[in-house]
């Protein structure tokens, strides 16, 4: 069975630009979480889809969107990019929305953007 | 608000055993969680313990929670340079109805010396 696929894996952008990031979850995976990684801030959650409903959201500016299309493959559009985006952007699919009850995530490797 | 904290760095010698540890803010009944993410790769379930356990031991791998303190540990026995890794800690509220999710630590980075 394959894993979460995320596309491209690397990226380099420049101030002002914007972006959009793709992650294909497992199949029968309904639940979509992205979470920005970064050296000095771990693991930050960006949002989270189910079944094309937006479920949660952390605490990011609006720039970073996201949306979730019925075959639940999953994009993230960050605009106006800022030195500060850049960040190794990981996506995880589930079965059920992530944080129920021993609901397991299982990572992509995530898109690595660089902004200049 | 939650909070989950780590230790950033542990360097042990093959063979000794490794514990990683983890503490948390959340008093509600929650799920904790040790992921692992090696270089270049995504994060893997490695264990989970639900809050009413204290132990929890898979192959290697011992988990212990100590809820009064709200500190969770994570012994890896026989250290192998395989296992040099990064190590998240993770809880989840599960009385959080549909504002539950994932809360990080920001993982422990494991050198495992020959």
Not at chain 1, 2 to 10: D, F, K, L, S
Not at chain 2, 33 to 48: D, H, I, M, N, S
Not at chain 2, 69 to 98: M, P, V, W
Request: glycine content about 8%; hydrophobic content about 30%.
């Amino acid at each position: 069975k394959a894993g979460v696929t995320q596309t491209p894996r690397y990226l380099i952008k420049t101030r002002g630009q914007q972006v959009t990031l793709s992650c294909s979850p497992i199949s029968g995976h309904r639940s979509v979480s992205w979470y920005q990684q970064t050296p000095g801030q771990g693991l930050q959650f960006l949002f989270e889809y189910f079944s094309e409903t937006q479920r949660n959201k952390g605490n990011f500016p609006g720039r970073f969107s996201g949306r979730q299309f019925s075959n639940s493959r999953s994009e993230m559009n960050v605009s106006t990019l800022e030195l500060g985006d850049s960040a190794l952007y990981l996506c995880a699919s589930s079965t059920r929305s992530m944080g129920r009850t021993n609901t397991e995530a299982f990572f992509g490797q995530g898109t690595r953007l660089t902004v200049v | 608000g939650e909070d989950v904290e780590q230790s950033l760095f542990l360097s042990v010698r093959e063979g000794d055993s490794s514990v990683i540890n983890c503490t948390y803010t959340d008093s509600s009944s929650t799920y904790l969680y040790w992921y692992k993410q090696e270089p270049g790769a995504g994060l893997q379930l490695l264990t989970y313990i639900f809050s009413n356990m204290d132990m929890k031991q898979d192959q290697r791998l011992t988990v212990l929670l100590n809820k009064k303190d709200k500190h969770l540990s994570l012994r890896i026995a026989d250290t192998q340079t395989g296992d040099s890794a990064i190590y998240f800690c993770a809880e989840t509220d599960i009385n959080a109805g549909n504002n539950r999710k994932l809360i990080w630590g920001l993982g422990t980075s494991l050198a495992v010396n020959p």
